[in-house]
């Protein structure tokens, strides 16, 4: 189990509406843990139970005031006043046409204290629940919360009234406790009534409405002390209402003035609170609010010993759609999007927007990486049915990267980085959803050092190439493919599938294609002195493809080499038309302009091979070995290779099969009409003296002189190991 992360708060918002809050833990190590607990204890039936007793104790009071002659409320202009100030609360609390979670805790709370201060707990639980049930009759959605404020409400009045009567204090309709009778121990007294109103009305409603999370994001806890202040300010005012209503009743209704204003300042609060953990168009939560529950989650997940997960998602191509239908109907899909979220989400995931078109989702427990990864995959297919704006048909795709405590990463921060590299792997591969891998990942501190190796090794001309040969199956040689290897001073031969990533995800990959195109020319340019006129291929990245002035470049290089552009293959995948159709399809126009041919690789591994096979100037295309390994045994990877075969026939272009590796399979590649193949059986790749030998060997010609021609960039005497394969039928 990784290092346990500090308590960062807990949950404020779920799925973009407010939720409950409590004070945070204690910050002492030891304490912190207990006061959790306790914050985070289930009570079984405590709703119910609240509901009962409280309507059992107002009956009992009730009934007992009412057999005893006393009257229930005030009459004559004190009662009319507070009954009309009680309605003016009604209204503007209505008016908020907002929940307030914390119930009593404004301008109704200082109504009900004065008036138990004055005139005992029935008449206070009578205007208490005439603002519940006014309110709650207005919001018809909400009545059980309504009820259920409502009966602590009863509750927290009757602990205050008990306090009271601990001091020998019992106010009723008939005998108030007026000011005039109050001396300096009624101060004490009125507030341990206000205490205890408060401290019971808060822990029920914590108990039965807040989620049991304990904690407290940061943001939260500023307006939480706010909100404290300005209900102080309320409760203080209480008094000053038992005053006047005892000797000037009919300005009671003026303080429905600084009530509803002190009221407003503390929604105020609460919404500023709320906004600075919501973004403002969706209504989902935020980047802040996110990291504040994530940490939260790892939390308990660590204590429970389980694992959490966090999915990031990211719309594919969304700029499109600002650009072409504006801002505004960019804003509305997104809120189409938000809506499609929230009805996918499974019970217990939590989402937010971190901004522009990119999704958060929180998985508080998950079984494994796989069940996070099938979560993913069902929101990216809910985001990819199709969607409506202004009568106009649209179909978004979505990628998504998910990463998973502990396994990937221990603290909120890292989850999200690496969700992040995750989410940016799917989209490059065009994948939809991948789980991250630390190999991928060029940030991790051993990557990175080995991105600066590799840099190194540039600079020194330490990276070599190797050259694997193209034959056609009558024996002659199509071309050589050269492939880039580097042998690492302290690790050896490092994968080259691994530092090309790095090099991609760096920025690197224009440098290390200028260093292959300069060695590969170079080599050409001294096999054509040799007499050896074999074409070379390489391979060059979308970025290299998007780059400005890169034809312009390869041409410069072959002018300055002396090499004819018909020497040089560029071997390129679809996924160069992905992201910036018209800049590739410029690039490759320009390439081929100059005479350079264009070798499609990888074919079959992507989403939509047919639909770029049109627009791509290639003239030969390359079978992925993923198909050919299987063929001589698989039915259904022969008959794709067969129907590989005869569309690119029917478009004119060659076809080689990559990765053959035994006789079977030469023998079907040749009955199923391929033009060429490469592989081990013919030959791995080579390094350059190596390749010039088989060549030669194959020429029938005399070796050549090596110091009568430039070096190749290099070090000088650098050699590689030995190719396996068999020489050429």
């Not at 507070?82 to 929940?99: E, K, N, P, Q």
């Not at 109704?108 to 206070?124: H, K, R």
Request: aromatic content about 6%; glycine content about 8%; proline content about 7%.
């Amino acid at each position: 189990m990784q290092h346990k992360p500090r308590d960062r708060g807990q949950q404020w918002l779920r799925h973009g509406r407010p939720r409950p809050v409590t004070a945070p833990p204690g910050e002492s190590p030891d304490g912190a843990p207990k006061l959790q607990r306790v914050a985070s204890l289930e009570v079984p039936w405590l709703a119910r139970t609240v509901v009962a007793v409280a309507a059992a104790a107002l009956a009992a009071g009730v009934h007992r005031v009412v057999s005893e002659g006393h009257a229930l409320f005030p009459s004559g202009t004190a009662g009319w006043s507070f009954a009309v100030l009680t309605g003016l609360i009604v209204g503007h609390l209505v008016a908020l046409g907002r929940d307030r979670w914390w119930g009593g805790t404004g301008s109704g709370a200082a109504l009900t204290l004065a008036i138990l201060l004055l005139y005992g707990w029935i008449p206070a639980t009578l205007v208490s629940l005439a603002v519940v049930v006014l309110v709650g009759a207005a919001r018809r959605h909400r009545w059980r919360q309504a009820l259920r404020h409502g009966a602590v409400d009863i509750l927290g009045i009757g602990a205050a009234a008990l306090c009271l009567a601990a001091f020998g204090v019992h106010p009723s309709v008939e005998e108030p406790w007026r000011p005039a009778a109050w001396s300096v121990y009624a101060l004490p007294e009125v507030l341990l009534a206000a205490a205890a109103y408060l401290l019971v009305t808060r822990t029920l409603l914590w108990y039965i409405l807040a989620p049991r999370q304990g904690g407290l994001p940061t943001v939260a806890r500023t307006a939480l002390v706010r909100q404290g202040l300005v209900a102080l300010a309320l409760l203080a005012i209480s008094p000053l209402i038992v005053v006047v209503a005892v000797h000037m009743p009919l300005l009671l209704p003026l303080f429905s003035v600084p009530l509803i204003a002190l009221d407003s300042a503390l929604w105020i609060a609460r919404a500023r609170a709320e906004e600075q953990l919501r973004d403002p168009l969706t209504g989902l939560a935020n980047r802040q609010w996110l990291l504040e529950r994530t940490w939260s989650a790892l939390d308990e997940a660590d204590r429970l010993g389980a694992r959490s997960a966090l999915v990031l998602i990211d719309l594919d191509r969304f700029r499109s759609v600002n650009d072409t239908l504006g801002h505004l109907a960019g804003d509305r899909l997104l809120l189409q999007i938000a809506d499609r979220l929230r009805t996918a989400l499974p019970r217990g995931a939590e989402v937010a927007r971190l901004g522009g078109d990119e999704f958060a989702v929180l998985l508080p427990f998950a079984d494994s990486p796989t069940s996070a990864q099938r979560v993913a995959r069902a929101l990216v297919c809910a985001l990819g049915s199709p969607l409506d704006l202004d009568g106009l048909t649209l179909e978004l795709e979505a990628s998504a990267g998910v990463a998973v405590f502990p396994d990937h990463a221990g603290e909120a921060e890292g989850l999200l980085r690496r969700a992040d590299v995750a989410m940016y792997q799917a989209k490059r591969d065009r994948s939809g959803v991948e789980v991250y891998e630390a190999t991928r990942d060029g940030n991790t501190p051993d990557r990175l050092g080995l991105l600066g190796d590799l840099r190194r090794a540039l600079d020194a001309g330490e990276v070599e190439l190797h050259y694997q040969p193209k034959v056609a199956f009558d024996g002659s040689v199509c071309g050589l493919e050269a492939l880039v290897r580097w042998v690492h001073p302290e690790r050896g031969r490092v994968p080259p599938d691994e530092f090309i990533a790095i090099a991609e995800s760096s920025g690197l990959m224009p440098r290390l294609t200028d260093y292959v195109l300069e060695t590969a020319l170079a080599q050409v340019a001294r096999w054509r002195s040799w007499g050896l006129t074999v074409p070379v291929a390489v391979n060059v990245s979308p970025r290299d493809v998007h780059s400005p002035g890169f034809a312009g470049s390869v041409a410069a290089r072959l002018a300055r080499h002396g090499v004819p552009a018909g020497a040089l293959q560029l071997e390129i995948t679809e996924h160069v038309l992905l992201e910036d159709p018209q800049q590739a399809a410029d690039t490759l126009a320009a390439l081929t302009g100059h005479g350079v041919r264009m070798s499609l690789d990888d074919f079959g591994t992507g989403y939509s091979s047919l639909v770029h096979l049109r627009r791509l100037p290639v003239s030969e295309l390359k079978i992925d070995r993923s198909f050919v390994a299987r063929l001589a045994v698989d039915a259904e990877d022969a008959e794709i290779v067969r129907c590989t075969v005869d569309l690119a026939h029917s478009l004119g272009l060659l076809v080689v099969a990559e990765g053959v590796e035994d006789d079977e399979t030469w023998e079907r590649l040749r009955d199923l009409g391929c033009d060429a193949v490469q592989g081990w059986l013919v030959s791995a790749a080579m390094p350059p003296s190596e390749a010039t030998a088989w060549l030669r060997a194959r020429d029938g010609a005399p070796p050549p002189v090596e110091a009568a021609h430039p070096a190749l960039p290099g070090p000088a005497g650098r050699t590689a190991p030995g190719h396996r394969g068999q020489p050429a039928r």
